[in-house]
């Protein structure tokens, strides 16, 4: 691959989208960024005429967007609002990663349409922060190491969130019980655990 | 996902129309969690979901004791088994709805949507011309087929998925089907079918018919009940056995009770001979002993679940020494 100089502005995701392109393709990077694949942008030309109307409230603020009826929440939050903390690893509503509130309830946002969330209130882990301030979710699984690799812990933060918000006093059996639509490959479960409990103290 | 039109019916006629119109491909859509599976396997291919959400009238949980609980059909999961009534009366809904799936599922899954969900066999959701879609063979006959049923099946081999409907079964639940022609209202027990009566559904609604409601009839003072399932994972995961029990007792004996089981057959299972032994049964070890031996007595067990039948049998044994104990 050649080496090409990267803007300092140039956020992290942003690189890492070109770098993963520059690898298979060797195209310039700041214009892979954007560029979709063929299949796709296909597939959504087909379907700008069968767009809806959607008022999508997302950590309070509502953003009026028109969407296909066979797009996820997870996608829709992802790839229109680029809110990318909220991750797809499933996509299958098996493993927790696209975890989100609704409501204040969590649910899989991989696997609802976005379309169901007319109406509702979503919270993605970018509306935990105050500002740069982490929540004090945040700052457990910081403290307390509840993280390995890191892909699945916004999922696991959320999940964590709408169990305290019910519960905020849990016992280890609840903080098992309401983690346990989570998966984290690494392993990491006991530390997130401990992690969810710490919160529970500090909060 | 492929692309699909999204209807929003006002009233429950109108979605009825929308999805007896089959040549559409139109299908119902509540909770989501195992049609949006379907529909991402490619399972199913439709070509319109109806959401139901935005109809009035079928999210209320409502009681009386003369009529018991009458829960609309898009309650969700975590919404029922949180409710005063079902937790101070009905524990065996309470404990099945508990150990079904995952927080966050139960947060999106509606009780209807429960009751109506498809197969979790893995022919039918992988990559295979199954019985179910259309095809002409059953591949669990021959291949893997260890969490396939033990009893009821053939040519198709499917267990029923739902917890809430087995312990619903020992309540003596019923269910208000409504279409646009008008409702009618069917005894859960009747609502599910076998195989060898229909191979492409699970239960007896046609197309344009709706689950509007599900009712639970009231339970006496003395009744007790509870829910046993035996899963392979410790964190969620589809019942590989499970026994539900409602039982009326009087001193040392059960005046007259109902078990019912899951993941033995393609529906929910019952044993009229069981229910009936346990009328006037007196509470003694050695009662639910020879009584737990008698279930399942009709099975056929495949290659690799024959395993099932001790499991179902001692879980029933556990569940009516834990339910006389006190």
Redesign the interface.
């Known amino acids: 691959m050649k080496k090409k100089s990267v803007s300092s502005s140039l956020s992290r995701r942003q690189f890492l989208k070109g770098f993963g392109s520059g690898v298979a393709g060797s195209v310039a990077l700041n214009k892979i960024a954007s560029a979709l694949p063929l299949q796709k942008t296909l597939e959504k030309a087909a379907n700008d005429a069968n767009r809806t109307p959607l008022n999508l409230s997302v950590n309070g603020k509502t953003y009026r967007l028109s969407v296909e009826p066979n797009r996820t929440l997870a996608e829709v939050i992802r790839e229109d609002l680029q809110l990318t903390g909220t991750k797809v690893v499933c996509n299958h509503g098996e493993c927790g990663a696209c975890t989100v509130l609704l409501d204040g309830e969590a649910v899989y946002s991989c696997h609802i349409l976005a379309l169901d969330a007319e109406g509702k209130s979503v919270t993605t882990i970018e509306g935990l922060l105050g500002g740069e301030e982490l929540h004090p979710l945040q700052k457990a699984f910081v403290k307390k190491d509840g993280i390995q690799c890191g892909f699945c812990t916004p999922g696991q933060i959320m999940a964590a969130q709408a169990l305290l918000l019910k519960n905020p006093r849990p016992a280890k059996e609840d903080v098992l019980e309401g983690m346990s639509g989570n998966l984290c490959r690494c392993g990491a479960y006991p530390k997130i655990i401990e992690s969810v409990l710490e919160a529970a103290k500090t909060d | 996902?492929?692309?699909?039109?999204?209807i929003q019916p006002e009233n429950i006629k109108q979605a009825s129309e929308s999805a007896g119109r089959d040549w559409r491909k139109a299908l119902l859509y509540a909770g989501?969690?195992d049609l949006?599976?379907l529909i991402?396997n490619e399972v199913e291919s439709p070509a319109a979901?109806i959401?139901l959400?935005a109809i009035p009238g079928l999210n209320g949980i409502e009681y009386s004791e003369r009529e018991g609980l009458t829960i609309g059909a898009l309650v969700k999961l975590?919404q029922l088994s949180a409710h005063e009534v079902v937790r101070e009366k009905y524990s065996v809904l309470e404990q099945a709805l508990k150990e079904t799936?995952?927080?966050?599922?139960r947060?999106?899954g509606t009780i209807g949507g429960n009751l109506c969900q498809r197969p979790r066999c893995w022919y039918f959701r992988g990559d295979f011309h199954c019985l179910r879609k259309g095809g002409d063979i059953c591949y669990a006959v021959d291949g893997e087929n260890k969490y396939h049923c033990v009893i009821g099946g053939g040519p198709c081999f499917i267990v029923h998925p739902s917890d809430p409907a087995v312990a619903l079964l020992t309540l003596d639940a019923g269910v208000t089907i409504a279409s646009a022609k008008g409702t009618k209202r069917v005894a859960l027990k009747d609502f599910f079918v076998l195989p060898e009566d229909d191979i492409y559904r699970e239960n007896i609604l046609q197309p344009g018919e709706i689950v509007t409601h599900i009712h639970v009839p009231p339970v006496s003072e003395k009744t007790v009940s509870g829910y046993i399932k035996f899963r392979e994972r410790g964190?969620?995961d589809f019942a590989v056995v499970s026994v539900a029990a409602t039982l009326r007792i009087n001193g040392d004996t059960i005046i007259d009770g109902k078990a019912a089981f899951g993941g033995v057959a393609p529906k929910p299972w019952q044993e009229e001979k069981i229910n009936q032994k346990l009328k006037g049964l007196s509470v003694k070890p050695g009662n639910f002993e020879s009584l737990s031996a008698e279930v399942l007595k009709e099975a056929e067990p495949l290659n690799q679940n024959a395993f099932k039948l001790p499991l179902v049998r001692n879980l029933l044994k556990r569940l009516l020494v834990q339910l006389t104990a006190s």
């Open positions: 996902m492929r692309y699909f039109d999204y989501g969690t949006l599976g991402k979901l959401n959400k975590s799936a995952s927080p966050q599922l947060n999106m964190a969620w």
